[in-house]
């Protein structure tokens, strides 16, 4: 690969944003970019599990949904209501699970193997789960039952945000452990089936547990890292400022504090590349490339190849769950029904695909390039709807299909993107390089 390829590309990049800027808004552009950072981490995240380890992961929107969980856990305040109602049945029901499972897993080492193990393991399991059950359920009625158009749940610590980001990783690490531990040993293809029926089973948790994420109402008002902008509009300060830039206060607001997370959320995606490219060029990825390539192999020459590909999932995890906060935060709320596999699970695979699987920059660069191609297809689509359309009459029936099926042009575009990928440049447009 040549070293200035990059360069010319994230040039080119460079110059579409600003032309979006001069043409259409800076607002625009600049939300562009913000979510153009989040995805670019997004990627890197699926990127460690498959370009390094070829583990094929399409659970992503689960663990960036507990990234987005985390924002409420961590930034919200608690609710006292709440807490006096129904907390400590819910830290009892959590402690009864924990007490169980450690029982459950003490029982299975120290028996023989047989049925009667079996039957006692799942004796205990069965109980465990009734007595749980016996303070969970009212407690939750009760945090539910407190002002339910408003709260209705437990809130969170009350901390900044930012220290969300940290934590959706490490949710997300979690629960990426527990799902390798029981996927990992499978086939490539039943690895993808189970992660993407593990994201669904998060994905509807957390639709319908209203006492820790409010469920399908939603959780509006998320704290930020940045000034509001009706604030930024009453500071003298900023008042000069933005007429000294010939703006007016509303779209100078606007376009400071985007900027502010455009810094936030640059900076996380540094500390995460640079990380990325550390490992990549250590023993450690060059032996995470030899298992890829060859699992037989490096079993052969004494590798743990489960216990490496455990290792992986739970990183490239972390990382999705960290974006995943970052995108909470960004929106400003929690909104379980918009966690779709279309956004969170094909469109980050076709960042890492298009840009080129094995090479971090190649993950960022598809994080920039799709997600513009993105946002921008459907006002382009219009516009070229509305050109091939125009000796028509204004109510002319296919000249309204036509308009109307605008929308949809990036679906399609998103497949003759990736089709022509595929055909013409297999490995991305920035490849991984090869040392042999």
Same mark, same amino acid.
């Given at each position: 690969?040549?070293?200035?390829?990059?360069?010319?590309?994230?040039?080119?990049?460079?110059?579409? %944003? /600003? #032309?979006?800027?001069? $043409?259409?808004?800076?607002?625009? *552009?600049? +939300?562009?970019?913000?979510?153009?950072? !989040?995805?670019?981490?997004?990627?890197?995240?699926?990127?460690?599990?498959?370009?390094?380890?070829?583990?094929?992961?399409?659970?992503?929107?689960?663990?960036?949904?507990?990234?987005?969980?985390?924002?409420?856990?961590?930034?919200?305040?608690?609710?006292?209501?709440?807490?006096?109602?129904?907390?400590?049945?819910?830290?009892?029901?959590?402690?009864?699970?924990?007490?169980?499972?450690?029982?459950?897993?003490?029982?299975?080492?120290?028996?023989?193997?047989?049925?009667?193990?079996?039957?006692?393991?799942?004796?205990?399991?069965?109980?465990?789960?009734?007595?749980?059950?016996?303070?969970?359920?009212?407690?939750?009625?009760?945090?539910?039952?407190?002002?339910?158009?408003?709260?209705?749940?437990?809130?969170?610590?009350?901390?900044? %945000? /930012? #220290?969300?980001?940290? $934590?959706?990783?490490?949710?997300? *690490?979690? +629960?990426?452990?527990?799902?390798?531990? !029981?996927?990992?040993?499978?086939?490539?293809?039943?690895?993808?089936?189970?992660?993407?029926?593990?994201?669904?089973?998060?994905?509807?948790?957390?639709?319908?547990?209203?006492?820790?994420?409010?469920?399908?109402?939603?959780?509006?008002?998320?704290?930020?890292?940045?000034?509001?902008?009706?604030?930024?509009?009453?500071?003298?300060?900023?008042?000069?400022?933005?007429?000294?830039?010939?703006?007016?206060?509303?779209?100078?607001?606007?376009?400071?504090?985007?900027?502010?997370?455009?810094?936030?959320?640059?900076?996380?995606?540094?500390?995460?590349?640079?990380?990325?490219?550390?490992?990549?060029?250590?023993?450690?990825?060059?032996?995470?490339?030899?298992?890829?390539?060859?699992?037989?192999?490096?079993?052969?020459?004494?590798?743990?190849?489960?216990?490496?590909?455990?290792?992986?999932?739970?990183?490239?995890?972390?990382?999705?769950?960290?974006?995943?906060?970052?995108?909470?935060?960004?929106?400003?709320?929690?909104?379980?029904?918009?966690?779709?596999?279309?956004?969170?699970?094909?469109?980050?695979?076709?960042?890492?695909?298009?840009?080129?699987?094995?090479?971090?920059?190649?993950?960022?660069?598809?994080?920039?390039?799709?997600?513009?191609?993105?946002?921008?297809?459907?006002?382009?689509?219009?516009?070229?709807?509305?050109?091939?359309?125009?000796?028509?009459?204004?109510?002319?029936?296919?000249?309204?299909?036509?308009?109307?099926?605008?929308?949809?042009?990036?679906?399609?575009?998103?497949?003759?993107?990736?089709?022509?990928?595929?055909?013409?440049?297999?490995?991305?447009?920035?490849?991984?390089?090869?040392?042999?």
């Amino acid at each position: 690969m040549s070293n200035v390829k990059p360069i010319y590309l994230f040039a080119i990049m460079a110059v579409v %944003i /600003v #032309f979006i800027g001069q $043409v259409q808004s800076w607002q625009l *552009a600049l +939300a562009i970019v913000n979510l153009c950072l !989040i995805s670019s981490i997004m990627a890197l995240g699926v990127n460690i599990q498959w370009g390094y380890a070829g583990l094929f992961n399409v659970g992503i929107m689960g663990f960036a949904a507990l990234g987005g969980m985390a924002a409420i856990v961590v930034s919200m305040s608690p609710i006292g209501e709440a807490w006096e109602a129904g907390a400590t049945g819910v830290g009892i029901a959590g402690i009864v699970v924990a007490i169980t499972a450690f029982a459950a897993f003490y029982l299975r080492k120290i028996m023989t193997a047989g049925r009667q193990r079996s039957f006692v393991v799942l004796a205990t399991v069965a109980v465990g789960y009734f007595v749980a059950r016996s303070f969970f359920d009212p407690a939750t009625d009760r945090i539910e039952d407190i002002n339910p158009a408003l709260s209705g749940y437990l809130g969170g610590l009350g901390l900044p %945000i /930012v #220290f969300a980001w940290a $934590v959706g990783g490490l949710f997300a *690490a979690a +629960a990426a452990w527990v799902v390798g531990k !029981i996927t990992l040993g499978l086939r490539s293809d039943y690895l993808a089936i189970a992660t993407l029926g593990i994201s669904e089973i998060i994905i509807a948790v957390l639709k319908n547990e209203d006492w820790l994420t409010r469920g399908v109402k939603n959780v509006t008002g998320i704290p930020r890292p940045v000034p509001y902008e009706v604030d930024l509009q009453e500071t003298p300060w900023f008042l000069e400022l933005a007429s000294s830039v010939g703006m007016t206060p509303i779209v100078a607001s606007s376009v400071y504090v985007k900027l502010c997370y455009a810094g936030l959320f640059l900076i996380v995606l540094m500390l995460i590349f640079w990380l990325c490219e550390r490992a990549l060029n250590s023993p450690w990825g060059r032996m995470m490339r030899a298992i890829r390539d060859n699992e037989t192999s490096a079993e052969a020459m004494g590798k743990d190849v489960t216990g490496r590909h455990l290792q992986i999932f739970v990183l490239g995890s972390a990382v999705v769950g960290i974006a995943g906060a970052m995108l909470t935060t960004l929106d400003g709320q929690f909104t379980p029904t918009t966690y779709n596999p279309l956004r969170y699970t094909f469109l980050i695979w076709v960042m890492v695909i298009i840009g080129g699987s094995g090479n971090n920059w190649g993950s960022v660069f598809g994080g920039f390039l799709i997600w513009v191609v993105w946002v921008e297809a459907e006002p382009v689509g219009l516009l070229l709807m509305d050109l091939l359309t125009s000796g028509m009459a204004e109510g002319a029936a296919l000249r309204v299909h036509l308009l109307e099926s605008a929308p949809h042009m990036r679906m399609v575009l998103m497949g003759v993107i990736l089709l022509s990928a595929l055909r013409f440049a297999p490995r991305g447009l920035i490849p991984e390089r090869t040392w042999y």
